[in-house]
């Protein structure tokens, strides 16, 4: 079980874990997975007498879980708060699911968090396709006689952006003036 034979720098293991784990805390909002990442590559790094990773590994989810018993690392909150920047930052429903699934999130807290915009927000993936397209100048924002021409192109960015054909059909057909109108509602 031990990775370390001595008791002693066990102890002093266990401490570093720590401390390297409130360090990190302080700078950046983490997951637990992020957490446990950024810890094996820490001590990876330093290249100590560890016979064996997954005793490593085991040491690092003991602290994890008294960091999520003292709720210093909570996965549903990460979720919410991170789900609530990726809406402001124009993300589609499908790429901030994607995006807190490549963080580590489990499933029942993504599901919770996406259920919150949808009640909280008004057509949230329409609004976000605005937020795209003022973002990197196209549909709308393009001038009109542009519009025609890169209609296929504007399509694959919303596209790429994790929207629906039907959204992104919406979003290009709006015009100037309505797009300028429910843009300043945003």
């Known amino acids: 079980m031990n990775p370390i034979k001595n008791k002693k720098d066990l102890e002093t293991t266990i401490n570093e874990l720590r401390s390297f784990s409130y360090a990190y805390l302080e700078k950046y909002s983490a997951s637990k997975q992020q ?5 094996l590559k820490k ?21 994890i879980a008294t960091l999520v018993k003292e709720n210093v690392v909570n996965d549903k909150y990460y979720s919410d708060a991170k789900s609530k920047v990726f809406l402001r930052r124009g993300y589609s429903i499908n790429k901030i699911r ?3 699934i490549k963080k580590g999130i489990e499933e029942k807290y ?9 009640e909280n927000e008004a057509d949230p993936d329409f609004f976000s396709a605005l937020k795209i397209c003022k973002k990197k100048r196209i549909g709308p924002v393009r001038e009109e006689s542009n519009r025609g021409l890169f209609y296929k192109k504007d399509m694959g960015i919303l596209a790429r952006s994790g929207f629906t054909f ?9 015009s100037k003036e309505d797009f300028k109108k429910l843009y ?3």
Request: glycine share 0%.
């Open 35 to 39: 957490l446990r990442t950024y810890l």
């Open 43 to 63: 001590f990876l790094k330093k290249k100590l007498n560890i016979n064996n990773k997954k005793d490593l590994l085991i040491l690092i989810d003991e602290v």
């Open 98 to 100: 994607y995006s807190l």
């Open 110 to 118: 993504i599901r919770a968090s996406i259920s919150k915009i949808k």
């Open 166 to 174: 039907d959204i992104s059909k919406r979003v290009l057909d709006i």
């Open 184 to 186: 300043k509602m945003i």
